[in-house]
């Protein structure tokens, strides 16, 4: 007999555990199948910023849900460390953006009036007050001092989430991936075979496997959301506890050196359209590396404690697919480019909502999946 559930979540990134724990939460039985382990891909290879990377992610529907996301993320962030015992390293140190150049100034603006139509609080800051803040740095030739930006540790976030799905009685089963869907003929979805020859069953599975998700040979063409990958290779630097490079994030147009508890450093990133590659390339990692020692000679008395590539989902519109498929019995969360963290709470929230029967908040209303797919035999049309 096929085990059966009332929800069935294909990927254990961020957002997909955290539909699965929010949907656990509800009073779901809830099932999460992952290929390999939770938060391999994207997700903890990520900053933890918690506000955009571009000005634009402030602005129009993904503005609105970014900012309902981040509104959400310190109660997220404390009801999961209550429910799994243990930090998920949020901190509200605030960020400096800096610009090193007169073009780099520009788009240092951009960023000042996104924040200011956000009504998010910052302060202009010439090179002099720049080098008072972060005394290590070089070649600065102006900042934004955004006090209320946070960070979060992925790879904590992650280990507490997947622990706090286990004691809401979540199954995680690892080590196996989806061979085919369950569904006759052209109708609703109804589970998946597992390619260890095994089946779930429920009447609503979520397809929430990042980059991958437009590769799931298991679904018909016209229910895969069109996402395609964008490579992001970053290193960590080992140093002291009691030395820290940078007391804040520090983010420029190129990237970000982000701290971490015991005097880790976060270094990255990369945007690179490199297809499935997911081993960190030697120039990439070279860029990064002349970037942040050009602008922090400090680091060069750090240690390498790791080096590695995250694929972000980026959609072709530059909005995330969160909700219901083209065909039924299959939603759909991915597609959220370089802020999958940051819309975590928001989108676990919105799928579990829609598995209890709740329907879905107005705020994600244009992330409709079924913007982005043609009509195709077994799908629906209702409310496209």
Not at 1 to 18: C, H, R, T
Not at 40 to 54: H, I
Not at 354 to 372: E, I, N, T, W, Y
């Amino acid at each position: 007999m096929p085990d059966s559930f009332d929800l069935l979540v294909v990927g254990a990134g961020v957002i997909g555990l955290s539909v699965a724990w929010r949907a656990a939460q509800r009073g779901l039985a809830v099932c999460v199948v992952e290929r390999e382990r939770p938060g391999v891909g994207a997700s903890t290879a990520a900053a933890g910023l918690l506000g955009p990377s571009e000005p634009h992610a402030w602005t129009g529907p993904l503005g609105a849900a970014t900012r309902a996301a981040l509104e959400a993320w310190e109660d997220f962030a404390l009801e999961l460390e209550r429910a799994a015992d243990g930090p998920v390293g949020l901190r509200r140190d605030g960020a400096l953006h800096i610009a090193t150049d007169t073009a780099e100034v520009a788009a240092l603006e951009e960023t000042a009036a996104a924040l200011e139509a956000a009504g998010i609080a910052f302060e202009r800051l010439d090179a002099a007050a720049c080098a008072r803040i972060e005394p290590g740095l070089r070649t600065v030739a102006a900042g934004l001092l955004v006090p209320g930006e946070a960070q979060v540790d992925t790879g904590r976030l992650l280990a507490r989430l997947a622990r706090a799905c286990t004691r809401a009685g979540v199954q995680i089963d690892i080590g196996v991936e989806p061979l085919s869907a369950i569904r006759g003929g052209d109708g609703p979805v109804e589970g998946v075979r597992l390619s260890d020859g095994t089946e779930r069953l429920a009447p609503l599975t979520v397809l929430a496997c990042g980059a991958w998700s437009s590769q799931a040979t298991w679904l018909p063409e016209a229910a895969r959301p069109p996402v395609r990958p964008l490579a992001g290779e970053y290193v960590l630097l080992a140093g002291d506890p009691e030395r820290p490079p940078v007391s804040r994030a520090v983010r420029g147009r190129l990237g970000s050196i982000v701290p971490r508890a015991g005097g880790v450093a976060w270094l990255g990133t990369t945007v690179r359209d490199a297809g499935y590659a997911r081993l960190p390339a030697v120039a990439a990692v070279r860029d990064v590396l002349e970037r942040w020692t050009r602008l922090l000679p400090a680091l060069e008395g750090l240690s390498i404690s790791s080096v590695g590539c995250g694929l972000r989902p980026a959609s072709p519109d530059g909005l995330p697919f969160v909700g219901p498929s083209a065909i039924e019995g299959l939603a759909v969360a991915t597609g959220h480019g370089r802020n999958g963290i940051i819309h975590a709470p928001l989108a676990g929230e919105a799928i579990a909502a829609l598995a209890a029967g709740d329907g879905l908040p107005a705020v994600v209303g244009p992330f409709d999946p079924r913007r982005a797919v043609a009509d195709a035999p077994g799908t629906t049309t209702a409310d496209r």
